[in-house]
């Protein structure tokens, strides 16, 4: 589109100014930050205007002569990506955005890379020859790119000497613009087409679980065209007060204080859990889920969680890949928007000690494209008129969490669930599967009779005996929030999820493993087996892995480990998992990921778990060095502190010398992991008592008292009217 009387200076100036935002908004941005209001639905025609899908994209789409509904067909990148792109260009002006960038997921950001994203952002424009600007947006810049791969986290498939890295446009998940920037998501891979990301691994396990699930589908009776994971991500945070977050640099450098003396006060009363939302934060959630609906990204519910000042957003379920794509775009906003508001949103895993850690339940189930669930039971049988398949498919995911509960494990092992796992606030690093009493009754029996037969969840009554208060029904199953990963009735839950997480292994793993046992069930349907007869015997043969009673039960850790179900309590051993024989050959067999990725991939994120502990360990000896021993000496209680403080300092350093002096990614994850959690906690019990010692005005980091209550801490006067 050109725009021949517009001045190249008059149109990079808006480049320069950003989007062509009213002056409201500009007002906005430069009042106070707790001064801004933004409800969170104004109008639902607002929803999705910042996404290029749907309504909003046919609009622009008809008006270069393409079809509605255009863009749910990827085969669009092959025969309209020119007229795509001036689609996508008008909306962009139109929204008062003037930039693109290919945005993609490098392996290894958790915690380090903010937004956990790459992107290089090009102003969408040229000069004709009269040298006069024009907008343009070609359809081959975007569709691919290219940038230096060797600058990212590779596990040596990528060197400077072969530094190529290309993004490829990813038609499943939608365009969408934020400010004056229209993000187009894309995968990242090598020259050689190796995964440098966290998404083709994702997009390759999808197509494996779509092949093997509607082979097994047609063999049972059933055909569909293609299945797909549909997830929904429960994302739990802290939100601190940032002045405070500001006096507590490992906070800043680290995302986890790696010192400091509990509170008097901490979630002992159960008091927070779903309790009013604190004003403050709340205008920061409002101004977040605001941003979000925007981008079509459908945050429903926002509540406290259980550790003062924790809270959660849940979205509606979505297709795994734009449902990731959106979970970490949802993490950028809340640690953007939190400094807005005074606070500092903190993702990480285990931020405090001695309170409830973040996760990031992982809830899944499987789709037809035609919207059939296959893990609904009653949904699944009147679609295909078959009792039979249900079981079927569940025997299959038996199987898969069984043999292959260590990849199930080590796609878990982000760094901070070391402090996490088993601490009765996520399950142990023992991979079973709750499927609840009458689930497990129902696939009893049909491992014995081998028929298949209807699935009727019970239910129950209750009533109050209050006139006031109707009878009503709930499910006669409880729920078990010790499993690792139960069935909730139409889903299986990953809830050991950590915080942090892009989640793109996980759903890699599950998909993957999925994909494999399915596969198995179809080979030996295919050579004669009959289905239920196949079922069956997978069930007798894996059902140690299902398990109903209490996952903290240290009895019940025994004896599950005994039984020989899948336990590994260290996140370095179950690191090294990815790239055992076994695990290579099952990615290898279906396309996922070849031999040099697995390995290249087990040598990042040990990298990445060293680099953590690293970078805490470093924090831990200035803020000794920095703040504790200045305190102790300005309290003049140097006498019981000071000596046990430098030595505390001398050993974690020594640990550091012994990390360096590691001979492989292995051993220096391995001496890392100890230099956490034993020489690092022994010193943070010295800190944590000269803490007790010092008067609170010569303490100059923040407290957890100062950081965990914003309801003591914020009165009404920080509140905009």
Request: glycine content about 8%; hydrophobic content about 40%; charged content about 20%.
């Amino acid at each position: 589109h050109s725009f021949p009387t517009r001045r190249s200076s008059d149109l990079l100036s808006r480049f320069a100014r950003g989007s062509r935002a009213p002056a409201s908004a500009l007002a906005r941005r430069a009042a106070p930050a707790l001064t801004q209001r933004r409800n969170f639905i104004s109008g639902s025609e607002e929803y999705g205007k910042h996404c290029f899908k749907g309504a909003v994209a046919d609009a622009y789409l008809a008006k270069h002569g393409l079809p509605a509904g255009l863009l749910d067909d990827p085969s669009w990148t092959t025969t309209s990506a020119d007229k795509v792109a001036a689609a996508v260009m008008d909306w962009a002006h139109d929204n008062g955005a003037s930039v693109m960038t290919h945005w993609f997921q490098p392996m290894a950001s958790l915690g380090v890379r903010h937004g956990q994203t790459g992107q290089v952002h090009n102003a969408m424009f040229t000069f004709d020859k009269d040298g006069k600007v024009e907008w343009e947006l070609e359809g081959k810049a975007l569709l691919k790119g290219e940038t230096d791969g060797s600058s990212y986290p590779s596990g040596g498939m990528r060197a400077t000497h072969t530094a190529g890295g290309y993004t490829v446009i990813d038609p499943t998940s939608p365009i969408f613009l934020r400010g004056d920037t229209v993000f187009v998501p894309t995968i990242f891979v090598s020259f050689y087409g190796d995964a440098l990301d966290e998404k083709t691994p994702l997009m390759r396990a999808q197509k494996a679980v779509s092949t093997q699930a509607t082979r097994l589908l047609k063999l049972l009776g059933y055909g569909v065209d293609k299945v797909g994971p549909n997830i929904g991500l429960e994302q739990e945070f802290f939100l601190v007060p940032r002045k405070d977050y500001y006096r507590r640099p490992d906070l800043q450098l680290t995302g986890r204080t790696i010192m400091g003396k509990n509170a008097p006060r901490g979630q002992e009363m159960c008091d927070h859990y779903m309790a009013a939302i604190n004003p403050v934060a709340l205008e920061c959630m409002q101004e977040i889920q605001h941003e979000c609906f925007m981008l079509g990204i459908p945050l429903r519910t926002r509540h406290r969680e259980v550790a003062p000042n924790q809270y959660e957003f849940a979205p509606f379920f979505g297709t795994a890949v734009t449902q990731i794509d959106q979970n970490l775009m949802v993490m950028q906003i809340c640690d953007e928007v939190a400094a807005r508001h005074g606070l500092a949103c903190l993702p990480q895993e285990k931020p405090f000690k001695d309170i409830n850690g973040s996760g990031k339940h992982n809830n899944i189930s499987l789709g037809t494209n035609t919207g059939v669930n296959l893990l609904n039971p009653a949904q699944l049988a009147k679609a295909s008129g078959s009792h039979e398949i249900f079981p079927v498919l569940m025997a299959g995911i038996v199987r898969a969490i069984d043999l292959h509960g260590d990849l199930m494990r080590m796609a878990i092992a982000s760094p901070g669930n070391d402090f996490r796992l088993g601490a009765c606030e996520a399950p142990p690093a023992i991979i079973s599967t709750y499927l609840g009493e009458t689930m497990t009754a129902y696939l009893d029996e049909f491992r014995k009779s081998k028929a298949g037969k209807e699935y009727a969840p019970a239910v129950k009554t209750v009533d109050l005996g209050l006139d006031e208060i109707a009878p009503f029904t709930m499910p006669a199953e409880d729920r078990n929030r010790t499993s690792p990963f139960p069935y909730g009735g139409h889903r299986f839950e990953f809830r050991a999820v950590g915080s942090s997480q892009n989640v793109s292994l996980v759903n890699t793993v599950l998909c993957t493993i999925w994909a494999d046992s399915f596969g198995h069930l179809a080979d030996q349907i295919e050579a004669g087996g009959k289905p239920a007869e196949v079922a069956a015997a997978a069930l007798d043969q894996h059902w140690k892995v299902i398990f109903n009673g209490n996952n903290y039960d240290e009895a019940n850790q025994e004896a599950l480990t005994k039984a020989g179900v899948w336990r590994i309590d260290s996140g370095v051993d179950s690191l090294q998992r990815l790239s055992d024989p076994k695990n290579v050959d099952l990615f290898s067999r279906h396309g996922v990921l070849s031999e040099k990725e697995c390995k290249a991939r087990t040598a990042v994120l040990l990298d990445h778990y060293s680099g953590t502990v690293e970078m805490e360990a470093l924090c831990m000896v200035d803020m000794i060095k920095q703040h504790v021993i200045p305190a102790v000496v300005n309290a003049e209680v140097e006498g019981p502190h000071l000596s046990g403080l430098q030595a505390a300092a001398a050993k974690v350093e020594a640990g550091l010398s012994k990390m360096h002096g590691a001979a492989d990614e292995y051993s220096k994850a391995t001496a890392a992991r100890e230099l956490r959690l034993e020489t690092m906690e022994a010193a943070r019990d010295v800190c944590d008592k000269a803490e007790g010692d010092v008067p609170e005005d010569l303490w100059t980091l923040a407290t957890y008292k100062e950081l965990l209550f914003l309801d003591s801490h914020q009165g009404a006067d920080a509140i905009s009217d």
